[in-house]
């Protein structure tokens, strides 16, 4: 017992100065591997990006009954359908996208108006309109979309008006 006690005197400091290192190296080792608050994303979202992600698009169809035409809805389709999504672009930069609408009914209707919804800003369609699809006819429109400034991710919202 007396030979441990003189032990423990003589190797006591450096076993403390050895235990000590360890915990300082173990805490410097935890700081270098674990992310700082703020390169986390928000909870529950998606991390940050440098560049607009465009998720998808919704354009909802707004039917304006027309005493002269047959159906007073339901006689567009398909809707639009978004087929790059997603994918990336720089942000403030347009893009273009073409889908074709068909005109299930037995006599003309018209789109009167596309809309998105902001922050996308549609820049120009094709046809111009308001443009008639004919009696079971298909129109493609064409459409000039400018992309959010800020980047982040982004679904594409608006609607088609026709009567």
């Known amino acids: 017992m007396v030979q441990l006690a003189g032990a423990w005197r003589r190797y006591r400091l450096p076993l403390l100065v050895g235990a000590a290192g360890a915990v300082v190296v173990a805490g410097?080792?935890?700081?270098?591997?674990?992310?700082?608050?703020?390169?986390?994303?928000?909870?529950?979202?998606?991390?940050?990006i440098p560049y607009d992600r465009i998720e998808g698009l919704d354009l909802i169809f707004s039917y304006t009954a027309d005493a002269g035409n047959h159906n007073a809805s339901g006689y567009l389709s398909p809707s639009p359908e978004c087929d790059p999504c997603p994918f990336d672009a720089t942000p403030g930069t347009g893009w273009a996208f073409s889908f074709n609408l068909t005109n299930n009914d037995t006599a003309p209707h018209a789109v009167q108006e596309i809309s998105v919804v902001a922050p996308f800003v549609l820049d120009s369609t094709s046809p111009s309109l308001p443009a008639t699809i004919a009696a079971n006819g298909t129109v493609t429109f064409s459409l000039e979309v400018t992309d959010p400034p800020s980047p982040g991710y982004y679904f594409l919202d608006g609607s088609i008006d026709a009567y």
């Open 28 to 48: 410097f080792a935890y700081v270098l591997y674990v992310p700082s608050p703020a390169s986390l994303p928000p909870h529950g979202g998606p991390p940050p």
